[in-house]
Nanobody, 122 residues
């Protein structure tokens, strides 16, 4: 069993920054693919970013603005979000993929956090 807990969400003005954190417990964190997804009101959940052992992956709208990183000794993955836009408003979820299949597809993730709200005002 892997437990994931997100933190760092909040309200920020457009152009501002937030850093999300996801702390994992249970299992072998360093071996997992870790991803961030988001769900805006009335929309489906969508891929934001993921990190494996040596590679990072981003949705197009996040490239150049968001950075995913991980600290394996701390069992934590981060999402640094800069130049935030109102369309980034969503609940952000952290997820763990135990066996590398496809970091961008939510169906391949095994464990999910409860989510943290990010609201970007215009």
């Amino acid at each position: 069993q892997v437990l994931l807990e997100e933190s760092g969400g909040g309200l920020v003005q457009a152009g501002g920054s937030l850093r999300l954190s996801c702390a994992a417990s249970g299992g072998t964190f360093s071996s997992y693919v870790m991803g961030w997804f988001r769900q805006a009101p009335g929309k489906g959940r969508e891929f934001v970013a993921a990190i494996s052992w040596g590679n990072t992956y981003y949705r197009d709208s996040a490239k150049g603005r968001f950075t995913i990183s991980r600290d394996n000794p701390k069992n934590t993955v981060y999402l640094q979000m800069n130049s935030l836009k109102p369309e980034d408003t969503a609940v952000y979820y952290c997820a763990a993929q135990l066996r590398y299949i496809n970091p961008t597809l939510e169906d391949h993730y095994n464990y999910w956090g409860q989510g943290t709200q990010v609201t970007v005002s215009s």
